[in-house]
């Protein structure tokens, strides 16, 4: 796979990683606190894909080869940096409104 491929699936899966996250964050407003949950573990395994291609551009940067620094290169560095972030809000909201809904006697 060469740099340019690699960019585009990282926007791609930091952009599905993104989305399941805040959708997870939609079923646990609505109460759907094991749809939220998959949507989480959906976002996590996005994750991990972006992860190990960004991994993969790092290693062999560190063993010599080039990677041109181009104005896609920062967007899906960016789009991955927003991703995790995003991700990892929605757990604690997700958290937040089970126990919410603990707190009044409704079940997930």
Known sequence: MNDSEAVMKLILHGGNARSLAMEAIAHAKR???AA???ALSEAAE???HAHQLQTSLIQAEASGEKTEITMLLIHAQDHLMNAMTVKDLAVEFVDLYER???SKGVEA
């Open 46 to 48: 996005e994750l991990h």
């Open 36 to 38: 939220a949950r998959t």
């Open 100 to 102: 919410m809904r603990a």
């Open 31 to 33: 109460g759907e606190i």
